[in-house]
């Protein structure tokens, strides 16, 4: 199945264990992430909002035959991802052949999975 990977920073926040989530009745959790969010710039989250329809769309078009992976560059696999495939700019595009596209060029990419895909 053909997979693509895609390097962008991503929104993170922390959670409880399940046990101690599943005690508070996830009130204090779902709270705490709510402020976690509302302290990232506006330009990043629109920018993740962005790369979620997107994902949304290839998903749709491309359906089940597409798998797609998103890869936090500040992770450890994210930083070797940026080291082996030399990525300097997000988002990232990471074809099932090795080849890249970089930035929003939703075109591109499209023409790009066509080729791969078949």
């Known amino acids: 199945m053909p997979r693509l ?5 991503i929104p993170t926040t922390f959670r409880h264990c399940l046990a101690c989530e ?4 996830d009130v204090v959790g779902d709270t705490a992430r709510q402020e976690m969010l509302r302290e990232y710039p506006a330009e990043f989250l629109a920018e993740f909002e962005q790369l979620m329809t997107w994902i949304n769309g290839l998903s749709l078009r491309f359906g089940p035959s597409l798998q797609v992976r998103v890869v936090d560059p500040q992770s450890l696999e994210g930083l070797w991802k940026c080291l082996r495939y030399g990525v300097r700019r997000y988002p990232t595009f990471i074809l099932p ?13 499209e023409q ?7």
């Open 5 to 9: 990977q895609v390097i962008m920073p």
């Open 97 to 109: 052949d090795g080849r890249k596209v970089v930035g929003w060029e939703r075109a591109a990419l």
């Open 112 to 118: 790009a999975l066509r080729e791969v895909m078949g």
């Open 22 to 25: 599943a005690l508070s009745g």
